[in-house]
């Protein structure tokens, strides 16, 4: 027995059954997050490839983490330029020959050397220069590996939305291809959220250079390649392999 009046579904029902579109389950591009410096230099935000798809919150907290660092590198400097004014009162006393002037300018100057006196203490031996650098090559090595893993779980995630998509193509069902083109789409954005991640190691090579270079050792890391596909994003991660037994080479050289 067949029942031949239509069935009336519901209009929230049939919203249930409707396929996403790609805008509606994109992954969003997080625009760029900058905190420019007293010194005319600026800050960029990092993703961190721990904590997923970054936001505005974790963007702000990484901006901090490296702000505490940056005060704590021009400490000194501040105490330095600190000394600059009443150094000048003590200039302009001299030129007057003003003798009680001159007395109160030169005790504004002692008080800020005084506040000098830790930053005597920069001054590095030769020998932990090794140390240092050995310390950086490995946690360098560190990081890369950890990308290297993120980016082998998306790889693994693309192969397979690839082969379904070929499949889905194959056989014409354009809505399943369009669902999972959006897929891919959403993986290559991983990716390149996880690529951001060796941001912090890139901004530092200027800054250590000078150590490495008292080392005897000469390192570039290499740019990350488009993870568009599959094919693609294999390809930055044997770069990234190759990138660290490079590193390991050299740390074997290291006394």
């Known amino acids: ?45 990092i993703p961190d490839l721990t904590k997923g798809i970054p936001t ?3 963007l702000v907290a990484n901006i901090f983490l490296q702000l505490a660092p940056f005060l704590a590198s021009i400490e000194c400097l501040v105490k330095v330029l600190a000394v600059l004014k009443p150094l000048m009162d003590v200039m302009e006393a001299l030129k ?15 008080d800020a050397l005084k506040g000098l006196a830790d930053c005597f203490k920069i001054l590095i031996p030769a020998a932990g220069i090794f140390d240092f650098v050995k310390d950086l090559l490995l946690l360098i090595i560190k990081i890369i ?18 082969l379904r998509l070929g ?11 369009a669902v999972l083109q959006c897929a891919k789409e959403n993986a290559t954005n991983a990716a390149n959220h996880a690529g951001q991640s060796l941001g912090p190691v890139t901004n530092i090579m200027p800054l250590v250079s000078v150590f490495l270079e008292m ?3 000469s390192l570039e890391l290499p740019a ?22 490079t590193i390991e080479s050299v740390l074997e050289t290291l006394p």
């Open 96 to 110: 007057s020959a003003d003798l009680v002037k001159i007395a109160g300018s030169v005790g504004g100057v002692i």
């Open 56 to 58: 505005d919150c974790s």
């Open 224 to 245: 990350l390649g488009s993870a568009e596909d599959s094919a693609a994003l294999q390809n930055t991660i044997d770069t990234l392999k190759d990138t660290v037994t």
């Open 215 to 217: 080392a005897g050792v």
């Open 145 to 162: 590996k950890c990308l290297i893993g993120q980016l082998e779980t998306v790889l693994g995630i693309m192969q397979g939305i690839e």
């Open 1 to 45: 027995m067949t029942h031949d009046d239509p069935i009336t579904i519901p209009v929230d029902l049939q919203k249930l059954f409707e396929i996403p579109t790609c805008s509606a389950i994109s992954l969003p591009d997080m625009e760029p997050l900058v905190l420019r410096l007293p010194t005319g230099a600026k800050i960029q935000a």
């Open 167 to 177: 499949e889905a193509e194959a056989a014409g069902n354009t809505e399943l291809a």
